[in-house]
């Protein structure tokens, strides 16, 4: 049974950055398709980035992309999402999640496994 474990969210001014950690364990990580996934109040669960098993392939919202960044370090058995440059839109609570088959994905639903989540507030 595979476990993710989502930390660093928190409070940040418009323009900070914050780091996302999601650590796994019980499964072979390396094999992975990992996502970042986000909901704000009252809204449904939107992509935000994913990379391949090996980190050579990524993928962007297209409202995240040139700020945030989406990384992996097998060894370690994590995937991080640098934010920067954030804005109060970017607030939501964010999910880490796991794919079994290779390819990236934007659909949640294609997802296998996921983290509890991690809240992130920009104040403006």
């Known amino acids: 049974q595979v476990q993710l474990v989502d930390s660093g969210g928190g409070l940040v001014q418009a323009g900070g950055s914050l780091r996302l950690s999601c650590a796994a364990s019980?499964?072979?990580?390396?094999?992975?398709?990992m996502g970042w996934f986000r909901q704000a109040p009252g809204k449904g669960r939107e992509f935000v980035a994913a990379i391949s098993w090996s980190g050579s392939n990524t993928d962007y919202a297209d409202s995240v992309k040139g700020r945030f960044t989406i990384s992996r370090d097998n060894a370690k058995n994590t995937v991080y999402l640098q934010m920067n440059s954030l804005k109060p839109e970017d607030t939501a609570v964010y999910y880490c999640a796991g794919r079994i088959l290779p390819a990236l994905s934007t659909d949640s639903s294609n997802y296998n496994f996921w983290g509890q989540g991690t809240q992130v507030t920009v104040s403006s």
């Open positions: 019980g499964g072979t990580f390396s094999r992975y398709v």
